[in-house]
Nanobody, 120 residues
Framework: VQLQASGGGLVQAGGSLRLSCAAS????????LGWYRQAPGKQRELVAT???????NYADSAKGRFAISRDNAKNTVYLQMNSLKPEDTAVYYC???????????????WGQGTLVTVSS
């Protein structure tokens, strides 16, 4: 199973970006999809998650500005980020809990990360 993230870049404060992450490979069930981020010198932190059934969860820093969505048919998760702030600057990683084809339990996979830089 591979996760391919895209959509990062440089944006001015107040701007918007949309991140995408597609999961591919021998996937039976794609359960929780999420986004995490890691700023320089800081630990990786949760941004938002979306379950297959549609439950959404956001970090306090993302509430009201970011929106996570997923397309189960495409095994893809999106993160729409609006009203970006310089403190949102980080490498954003997508994350997936996947039951592989023929597998008996879920595994957690990570994408390669995409850099988001917000200038003031």
């Amino acid at each position: 199973v591979q996760l391919q993230a895209s959509g990062g870049g440089l944006v001015q404060a107040g701007g918007s970006l949309r991140l995408s992450c597609a999961a591919s490979g021998r996937i039976s069930v794609n359960n929780v999809l999420g986004w995490y981020r890691q700023a320089p010198g800081k630990q990786r932190e949760l941004v938002a998650t979306a379950t297959r059934s549609g439950s959404l969860n956001y970090a306090d820093s993302a509430k009201g500005r970011f929106a996570i969505s997923r397309d189960n048919a495409k095994n893809t998760v999106y993160l729409q980020m609006n009203s970006l702030k310089p403190e949102d600057t980080a490498v954003y990683y997508c994350n997936a809990d996947v039951l592989p084809l023929g597998g008996v339990r879920f595994y957690t996979y990570w994408g390669q990360g995409t850099l988001v830089t917000v200038s003031s």
